[in-house]
Nanobody, 124 residues
């Protein structure tokens, strides 16, 4: 049984930082590309960042480029998302996801497994 378990969400003031962790189990983590998505109330789920299985490719959404950093530790089956300079518009539920197929990073349809989501609220 595959599980992706996120942690690290919470309430933070604008300009602050948070760090997410997502621990995977039940899959061969080193063979999966990993992504972070987010969904704000009333909006569709949107791509935030991804990292290839080897860590060699790291695409970001334009809205977070320069502020967020994704990384992974294959020895710990964990992917991270460091979020700096947070803005109120970053408020959303954040999800980690795992993708095995060779397909574009940006569509949630291409991901095989999902975490339960963790809430981030950024106050102004």
């Amino acid at each position: 049984q595959v599980q992706l378990v996120e942690s690290g969400g919470g309430l933070v003031q604008a300009g602050g930082s948070l760090r997410f962790s997502c621990v995977a189990s039940g899959l061969t983590f080193r063979t999966y590309d990993m992504g972070w998505f987010r969904q704000a109330p009333g909006k569709e789920r949107e791509f935030v960042a991804a990292i290839s299985s080897s860590g060699g490719r790291i695409p970001y959404a334009d809205s977070v480029k320069g502020r967020f950093t994704i990384s992974r530790d294959n020895a710990k089956n964990t992917v991270y998302l460091q979020m700096n300079s947070l803005k109120p518009e970053d408020t959303a539920v954040y999800y980690c996801a795992a993708k095995s197929r060779i397909a574009d990073w940006y569509s949630s349809r291409n991901y095989d497994y999902w975490g339960q989501g963790t809430q981030v609220t950024v106050s102004s």
